[in-house]
């Protein structure tokens, strides 16, 4: 049988008595910046593949790869408007 130390033994009392809203409102902020990092990439590369579209539309297969990063930039604008977090 082994026994615990003091200075063990009173953060196991601390921990036990802190509150769950603090741990949640901890977890519930990373949440929500990941959230946001998340939309906020979405917007980036929603911006990017807008870029590339009108640099397709100049080059020899304009058209079909133009559409086509158009496409992938409207998903991205829409994944960053109406994206939401999964919990």
Do not use: C, N
């Not at 615990?4 to 802190?18: I, M, N």
């Not at 080059?59 to 829409?78: N, T, Y």
């Amino acid at each position: 049988m082994t026994a615990k130390s003091p200075v063990y033994t009173s953060v196991l009392v601390y921990r036990s008595a802190k509150s769950e809203a603090v741990d949640t409102l901890a977890v519930s902020g990373i949440t929500m910046l990941h959230g946001y990092a998340s939309r906020a990439f979405a917007l980036y590369y929603a911006v990017q593949a807008m870029i590339a579209a009108k640099g397709a539309w100049a080059g020899p297969r304009g058209a079909g790869k133009a559409a086509a990063f158009a496409v992938l930039g409207i998903l991205g604008l829409a994944i960053a408007v109406f994206g939401s977090a999964v919990e």
